[in-house]
C-alpha cells in the first residue's frame, strides 16, 4: 500500500492558512454527522440525533447470534461469550454524555486536516450492559497485568497503517467502579444501532469517544503497555509533530446552547424576535461534576451565573442551565462557559494542538435581533 496511502511515520496534515475544508474532509463529514443543536434539548438523545464517528465502515451485522466476546491474554480462564451469555450477568444502565475528543477542530487555525467537527459531536445516552469488572473477574486477572486492549470488528488504514479499531484503557479504569466501565447491548432500551456499535460496544464514562470502542470483539488484559496506532500514534496532544505527546484520557468541560430563535438557512445566523428571552443548554464534564455555567450576551465582556439543574442522578450526564436574557435590537454574540468542581473551565483563547483534541473553547453563537420599527 505505502505511498499512495500515506506514510505511518508523516504526521497528520494542516490546512494552509486559506485552506478550505477540502473534499476529503467532506466525505468525513457526511459520513460521520454532529447532533443538531436543536436537540439539546432532549434529555436523552434520541438514536439518530446522537452524534456518529466511525473511522473506517460500520461493519455489517445483520444477526447477532453467532457474535462472540472473548477475554484473552493475561487471565486464568479466557471466556468466550455470546449475547444470551453477556445478558446472564448482573444487568447495569448509566447515563453518559459522549463526546469526540476531535469537538471543536474545524474552529482551529491552523485546522487539523481530519472529521471537520465544530462543537456538534456530542449526545447522551442510556447504555445497558454488563460491568466490565465483572466479566475480568470471571476470567481471573493474571499478576502481571497493566493494561486491557479492547478490539472492534473495524478494519482500516490509517496513515499507511492497516488496523482493526483498538484502544487501551489502565487496568484500574478497567476495573473501576466509580464509574463503572460497561460492555452496553443496549442504547436506550433498545438494541445498539449498527452505526453505535451493534451488537456490543464498550462505555466509559467521563472518556472522550476514541476509548468507547464499538463491534466489540477481544478484551485482551496485557502485561506491557499498548502501543498501537490509536494509542501512541493519534489521540495524543502535541503541538510539535516529533512530540511524544500526552494521552486524550477524559472530557474537558463544555457548555452548549440550544440555539435561541430561529436559523438563517445558510449562515445559521439566529434570528430573536426582541424581548425576553430564556437562554438555557447543557454543560458537562467527564473530570468533575458541573458546578458552574456562565453565560456572556456581549461577546465575553461580561459574564452572568446561569441556574444549574441538579444532576437528577447521572453524574455522568450532562446538566441543564438556564438564564434570562433580554434582547434587544442590534447583533449579539452569546457564549456559555463551565466549570467543574476540579476547577477545570473552558478558555476564551484558542489552545491549539496538531489533532485538534481536547479542544474547549467556549463557543460563540450569533444572534441578530430585528429592530421592530424596522421591520414593516
Ligand atoms: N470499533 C470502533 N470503535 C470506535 C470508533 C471506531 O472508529 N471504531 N470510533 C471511536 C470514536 S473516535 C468515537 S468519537 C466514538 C463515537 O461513538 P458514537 O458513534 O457511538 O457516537 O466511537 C469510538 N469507537
Ligand atoms: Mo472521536
Known sequence: MGAQLGDASAPARLAGPDEAIGRDELALATRNHGLPLEALRYDLSPPGLHYVLTHYDIPYVPDDTHWYLTLVGSVRSPLRLDLADLRAF?????????????????LLAPRPVSQPWLVEAVGTAEWTGVPLRLLLGEAGVEGGAVEVVFTGADHGVERGVEQDYQRALPLDVALGTEPEVLVAYAMNGAPLPPQHGRPLRLVVPG???????????????????????????AYRIREQADEQGVPVTRIAPRALLIPPGFPDFMSRTRVVPPGHVTLDGRAWSGWAPVTRVEVSADGGRSWHEAELEPDGGHPWAWRRWRLG??????????????????????PLQQPWNRGGFANNLVQRVRVVCPDPDEVR
Open 90 to 106: 448482573p444487568q447495569v444502565t448509566t447515563r453518559v454524555t459522549l463526546e469526540c475528543a476531535g469537538n471543536g477542530r474545524a
Open 207 to 233: 472518556w472522550y469517544g476514541m476509548a468507547q470502542v464499538k463491534w466489540l470483539r477481544e478484551v485482551r488484559v496485557v502485561d506491557e503497555p499498548f502501543t498501537g496506532f490509536q494509542q501512541r500514534v
Open 325 to 346: 436574557w433580554t434582547a434587544t435590537p442590534g447583533e449579539h454574540e452569546l457564549s456559555a462557559r463551565a466549570t467543574d468542581a476540579e476547577g477545570h473551565t473552558q
